[in-house]
């Protein structure tokens, strides 16, 4: 088993299915014997953790809504994070790790990665409406730089997944399953009055954004992690499909794409106009989004003309004021994410950012300029890219769907 990435060199690796029991994970590389008893487990039923499990039952509802406690109190998870990534100079591509999951051009990824940078990934070849993968879907985790592994099978079908330092959430249908990281059990099972459609978690907080499909009527809820309690936040919640989540709170556009709304870890609301006009006819109400909290600018596109003349703009976190910068030209290379390397990206190859390769590189806030780039064959496909440890899942042409570390 790897120890991690040599000087100037790349780790790479082609994994099976492994049971994920995080209170023994530091000890995997060196208990061979227990890794190939566990092998057994991942492979056949996943894991459920060794700890009893506690369900809840709420509503979503316009205030906070009693919920029964867990049996136990989760701790934070303790798992080594990967090297910190440099904040200049060309980027590489510094562990490769092979998901059991065959590559196509149907496969999509639903992914996340913690505060330590553990990566989460279910996936699904689901083509129309909010992706979705079924009940029973494997969910993999990659820890640091260590090989890949099964989390959890899902009970619930996966829409999203959301992390902080001591849960893993899984949500789909109605539901929101709450996974304890330290031992893998199930902390609590949240349900809610619409379907899950994007989740965030940040400032100590869960976020949902329901219902059916993005031109229905939607909620967005915050969850407690610590309770289960759930409160309604919002009502506007229809053609959001994307949202950003930082120390302030969580963002979304409303429908339409008039508004930007943060509400806060406490519930409340600010808002102000995004001062862009939308052309509904050409473009849809959802064309406008809220993608990522980049220091202290909040990062949103613009897709207008399906895609085609497609933008990126920033406002100012804590006011909203903006747009501040307008990096237009740069289409397919506009979904930027803050990570400890600074703010990246992460281009298609019909993109222009790198020449017809589609490539992940430092992204430059007021010129949408992408550089230091790592570039990939143009038969590649690029999945989420996460931090804060640069990470982007990649759909080779063929072969298994991998997860590459950038640093």
Known sequence: MGKGPQPGGEVR???????YYAAVRPLFAAALVSAAGLLLIGCSAGSQGSGSTASTTNSASAKPSASASPSSSPTAVNVAAPPAPSASGKLRVRL???FPVQSSAFTNAIATEAPDGSVFAAFTTQQTGTPSAPAGTAVYVVDGDGPVQIAEHSPIPVTALAADSTYLYV????KIVEYARATGSIARTVTLAMPVRV???????LWAVLGSSVSGPGQVVEISPASGTVATVGTDGANVVDAA???????YVESGGATIVRVNPNGTHVEAATNQTVN???SGPAAIQAISVIGSQLF???DAGQGMDSSSQTYDATTLAGPQNNASGIAGSNHAVATLAGAMDASAPDGSACSGKACVGRYNVSTGAVTDAVTF??????????GPYPTVIVFPASGHVYLARLG
């Open 13 to 19: 690796r082609v994994t099976g299915c492994f049971a």
């Open 96 to 98: 490769r790790d092979a």
């Open 171 to 174: 949500g789909g249908g109605n």
């Open 199 to 205: 989740m965030a978690a940040s400032a100590g907080e």
């Open 245 to 251: 989540a930082g120390p302030l709170g969580l963002y």
């Open 280 to 282: 509904q006819q050409l």
């Open 300 to 302: 949103v596109i613009h």
């Open 377 to 386: 064959p143009q038969s590649t496909h690029l999945g989420p890219l996460l």
